[in-house]
């Protein structure tokens, strides 16, 4: 099972889970994960999405 976006490195993932964690708030790694949620989906939505294009 994988536990990661294959688009983030871990490392960089924990690190602002551990300074969240240690600083008790959680406002930089959530606006980190939301930015790169803002580009990462829709980009793999459309490349998903890419041979259904010409099945109409």
């Known amino acids: 099972?994988?536990?990661h976006s294959e688009d983030v490195p871990v490392e960089p993932t924990v690190t602002l889970a551990d300074n969240a964690l240690a600083?008790?708030?959680a406002n930089e790694m959530v606006e980190?994960?939301?930015e790169h949620l803002?580009?990462?989906v829709p980009e793999k939505f459309n490349k998903a999405n890419e041979p259904n294009k010409n099945k109409d």
């Open 32 to 34: 980190k994960l939301s």
């Open 1 to 3: 099972m994988r536990t």
């Open 38 to 40: 803002v580009t990462s």
């Open 23 to 25: 600083n008790k708030v």
